[in-house]
Structures are given as C-alpha cells and as structure tokens.
C-alpha cells in the first residue's frame, strides 16, 4: 500500500538556521506530493505540492523538490523563523486517485 | 471567503455515549473528507464524498461509526458507541476539484475526548 515516512521530531532551531525535513514515500506510478503545516491551534494548510518528477514546490520560502529516482519530497528552508514553529505533514495523493495518504508529521521548534 | 466551519470544538464524553460532529465546507466545494488524527499522527482519511455520494470509506469503522452529507453541502459524523480508543482530533476538510491536483482546505477539528 501507499506510505509515508517523515523524519521524527521534535526538531530545534535557532533563528535563521538551515531548516531539513525528511521525507520519502512509497507508491505505485507517479503520485501528487504535498506538505502541509499545523500551526498550533490551527487546521492543516497546504504549504506546497509537486505533481510530477523534478517538479519544485516553493512558498513563503519553503522548497522542496519531486525526486522519483529516491522516491524523496524533503521539505527545506534556508533561514527560519520563531514564526515557522509548527508540525509539518508530508503527504500523497496517489496517481488516479483523490484519496490521500499523511506521514505522522514533524514538529519544528524555532528559538530567537 | 470563509473557511471550514467545524463544531464543536472541544468534546469530553464517557466511553459507549454517542457524539456527533458537524461540518460546514467552503461554498461551492464538492468534495468533503473526514479524517481522524490521533495524538502523535498524521490524519487518517475516514470517508470521503463527492456532493452527496459516498467516494471512499474504507477506513471508516462501519459498526460504530456513520457520516452523512445529505444535501450535499455540509455534513455529520456520528461515532455510536464511543469507545477509549476514539479520543482524537476528528478534522473535516473540503476541495473544489477543479484541478487534477486536489488542494485541502481543512477546518480547526474537534477535539474527542473520551474517558
């Protein structure tokens, strides 16, 4: 079946640090991979998604880039924020089909 | 435009009592999942619909648990009888479709406390 497996957290920055999350995946074909964020005391929102091989997803200066060939979707940041605090969710959506599958999330925890 | 609406927020209930979940999707949005977040996981899809028919429901534990979307607007997820195992954050969350790519918007959940 569908899986994904996030890197376990909590992980702990400074302000302004380089920020990792891992993330890889296991499907058939070509699925949609997305991440969400959970800022606490919120519902999931979609940060960014790639629907295809080397596709790039960015905003609000996340990144995170399609890899088939390590079947990977690492979410990355080059410098954050006490505001980016939050639980991050790798997820896909599977090649046909709308029903998706969530890893277990990644808390990140940003100090000043 | 507005976002999810879910209700209520926060529930405690003893274990074999009944509860009842509401959600009110973004206008317009065909498509309404309800998921299960355990503390410590990712959300688990529970059922799915398109308008008011029933996409996927896999996941949803049949004996206990029900949802419907009647008018295919907004919807209710009842767990009868509650068990221990139940305490989690129940979240709906709608999509319009119109993309092949299906964008989420979720609601701020209920949280299920049952004792």
């Known amino acids: 079946g569908n899986s994904v497996t996030q890197m376990e957290g909590p992980v702990t920055l400074s302000e302004e640090a380089f920020l990792t999350i891992n993330c890889t995946y296991t499907?058939?074909?070509?699925?949609?991979l997305f991440w969400y964020v959970q800022y606490p005391g919120e519902g999931l929102q979609l940060l960014l998604k790639a629907t295809k091989a080397d596709d790039k997803g960015s905003n609000k200066g996340f990144e995170a880039t399609y890899r088939k060939e390590t079947t990977s979707f690492h979410l990355e940041k080059g410098s954050v924020q006490v505001s980016d605090s939050a639980v991050y969710f790798c997820a896909l959506s599977p090649q046909g089909s709308y029903i998706p599958t969530f890893g277990r999330g990644t808390s990140l925890i940003v100090h000043p | 435009e507005a976002g999810v609406a879910q209700s209520p927020r926060y529930k405690i209930i003893e274990k074999r009592q009944s509860v009842a979940f509401w959600c009110n999707p973004i206008?317009?949005?065909?498509?309404l999942y309800w998921y299960q977040q355990i503390l410590g996981q990712g959300p688990k899809l529970l059922i799915q619909?398109?308008?008011?028919?029933?996409?996927?429901d896999s996941q949803l534990p049949k004996d206990r648990f029900s949802a419907e979307r009647l008018k295919g607007v907004d919807s209710t997820l009842k767990i009868q009888p509650a068990k221990l195992e139940d305490s989690a954050v129940y979240l709906c969350?709608?999509?319009?479709?119109?993309?092949?790519?299906?964008?989420?918007?979720f609601g701020p959940g209920t949280r299920l406390t049952v004792l």
């Open positions: 619909f398109q308008n008011n028919g029933v996409v996927d």
């Open positions: 499907a058939t074909g070509y699925p949609s």
């Open positions: 206008s317009g949005h065909a498509t």
């Open positions: 969350a709608s999509s319009s479709r119109k993309e092949m790519v299906d964008e989420q918007f």
